[in-house]
């Protein structure tokens, strides 16, 4: 693989396949690695730092589940795939604006705009506009240069289908995956297929919906240590498990959440590069209101530092996962996840635990939630997804 220091292009290494093991500069050190019962791994857990942890039964009945075993027993489905496809990504650029294209940005509210005026007057009185106008910006005026690009067949960055819908500016959206439903067999059939023109992603929620032998196995969990942990750590209740397969090279982009994950590897071995909530500013999130909301604008593997300059200051730690081993993604930390094989895992979402006293100075996990608050706040008040911008922008240029 032909990378520079900064990251380059990933070429495939022949049909199908990508280089997994990409050497980035930002990687400053290894995500630590403690026996399940270490004190130290525990204590870091409660501190939400990230942590391997080795030698857990957590999921002890879960480690037989390989293909062969899940082709007999997880039942007849259907089961949630994402599908990422040469034919998915040109139908999706076609329904899209061309791949760089002009826009006319339009700041009003989605459901005003079948009233446009030739003089754009928005206010609904004939008054003109009532946008906050920063000195100097023409912003509403000029045209809007919406930069469009299909990723590679192996990346599945996932998105918001309700925040899709209520996106005013569809051009700033490039939908490159499908999810569907399908059997288990025809999942298999496509998993093994010819991954240079399909790869496919199954998560599947543990429910109803498995065979009996995997609910069984599912219930001999060790269900005592993960409540007392739940307990321990602070956690709120557990929100859903995630039965993950992919193959080898398919990439989960860089991304946070809102919850406390517990990854645990059954077969095959991912590569994950973790971001501390302090990279806040190095990711460029996309808007709260994006579909794509909670993951980085930034391409890892060729980053645009014109767009994303403080990109050059991002630091990162890598965890390898094997089976048998646990990790630990704490809320707002970033994650970039590929598999460095084909790969079967599952998850445990925690929500946050209960609101305690606020201590001073704030961490950085804390800003982020503030800062999704305030934004959200905003929205709310101005009910418009490009005044938003517009009067954030009023707030902090050249103020401060």
């Not at 032909?2 to 022949?14: M, T």
Request: net charge negative.
């Amino acid at each position: 693989m032909n990378n520079d220091e900064d990251g380059g292009p990933r070429q495939p290494i022949h049909d199908g396949e990508f280089d997994v093991w990409t050497k980035y500069s930002f990687i400053k050190g290894q995500v630590p690695k403690f026996h399940c019962n270490d004190p130290v791994g525990l204590r870091l857990i409660e501190e939400q730092n990230p942590v391997i942890l080795t030698g857990s039964d957590l999921v002890a009945t879960a480690f037989k589940w390989d293909l062969s075993y899940l082709t007999e027993h997880i039942g007849q489905g259907p089961f949630a795939v994402f599908c990422h496809g040469v034919s998915t990504s040109n139908d999706a650029l076609s329904a899209s604006p061309s791949a760089s294209t002009t826009v006319q940005s339009c700041s009003c509210p989605q459901n005003n705009r079948n009233n446009h005026k030739d003089n754009h007057n928005h206010n609904g009185n004939g008054q003109g506009s009532s946008k906050i106008k920063c000195e100097g910006d023409d912003s509403l005026n000029k045209k809007k240069k919406v930069k469009m690009e299909s990723t590679s067949i192996n990346i599945f960055k996932y998105f918001d289908d309700k925040k899709l819908q209520a996106l005013q500016d569809k051009s700033t959206f490039q939908q490159d995956i499908v999810r569907t439903e399908m059997s288990f067999e025809d999942f298999l059939n496509k998993f093994k297929g010819d991954r240079s023109k399909e790869r496919v992603y199954l998560q599947q929620p543990l429910n109803n919906t498995v065979g009996r032998q995997i609910a069984a196995d599912f219930v001999g969990f060790n269900w005592p240590w993960a409540m007392e942990k739940q307990k321990e750590w602070g956690w709120g209740p557990l929100t859903s498990n995630l039965l993950l397969i992919g193959q080898k090279g398919n990439i989960t982009p860089c991304h946070y959440d809102e919850q406390q994950n517990l990854f645990c590897q059954l077969q095959g071995s991912k590569r994950f590069l973790l971001f501390s909530p302090a990279n806040f500013r190095c990711l460029y999130p996309y808007p709260v209101h994006h579909p794509h909301d909670r993951q980085s604008q930034v391409d890892l593997d060729n980053p645009d530092f014109d767009r994303f300059p403080n990109f050059r200051q991002v630091e990162s730690l890598e965890a390898i996962v094997n089976p048998g081993d646990i990790l630990y993604i704490p809320m707002y930390w970033w994650h970039h996840v590929i598999n460095s094989e084909d790969t079967i895992a599952i998850n445990f979402w925690h929500k946050a635990g209960p609101n305690t006293q606020i201590e001073y100075p704030l961490k950085s996990r804390q800003k982020v939630a503030m800062i999704r608050n305030v934004e959200k706040m905003l929205l709310e008040a101005l009910q418009d997804q490009d005044e938003l911008a517009n009067v954030l922008h009023c707030m902090v240029d050249g103020r401060f």
